[in-house]
């Protein structure tokens, strides 16, 4: 068995977040290539997100334009995940890491800080094979609807991109919220 940390384990969320985005888990393994949350080859996040403000594509743009989008923006990402221990370390699904976590991100935790906060997704909308991350989304979900903070699945911005994905996450992240 081998562990695997999060590949950006020391980001920290801008205080001034107004848009939470949390995925499962971006492997510290040789093998992953993205410079940043969802910067793998075929994930189009940074493609939905500005297209979403009617602004260019940043899929394949320096991180450094890709900072500068989130905190304009008031974006900011966190991942269910800290560490797994797994035995495939090129294996990234969620049901191969479902019950191989080693170390859970205190998301909640991270969200109170949020002052500013008025909405949280979570990248994915089903729940099949993967009880664990589902129980932990669950939590943060009761948490932000407790709190009077808009919570969302969304479609997974990975593996391509559609129309029908760019208007629901254009809805959720250009929605009006009042706190």
Wanted: proline share 3%.
């Amino acid at each position: 068995m081998k562990t695997i940390t999060h590949k950006f384990q020391t980001h920290r969320i801008n205080p001034l977040t107004e848009t939470l985005i949390i995925g499962t888990f971006n492997p510290s393994a040789i093998k992953n290539k993205a410079d940043f949350f969802y910067g793998r080859g075929r994930n189009f996040l940074w493609r939905l997100l500005p297209t979403a403000f009617n602004e260019s594509d940043l899929k394949d743009e320096s991180l450094i334009e890709k900072l500068n989008f989130i905190n304009k923006r008031k974006i900011d990402f966190i991942d269910l995940i800290s560490e797994v221990e797994v035995d495939e370390e090129t294996n990234y699904y969620d049901n191969y890491l479902d019950n191989k976590v080693k170390k859970w991100n205190k998301v909640i935790s991270e969200i109170e800080k949020l002052k500013f906060i008025k909405r949280v997704c979570f990248t994915r909308e089903t729940f099949s094979g993967i009880p664990q991350i589902k129980s932990k989304i669950e939590e943060v979900r009761k948490y932000c609807e407790s709190n009077n903070i808009l919570f969302q699945y969304l479609k997974t911005p990975s593996r391509f991109y559609r129309e029908d994905k760019q208007k629901e996450w254009t809805k959720f992240i250009t929605r009006s919220v009042n706190n």
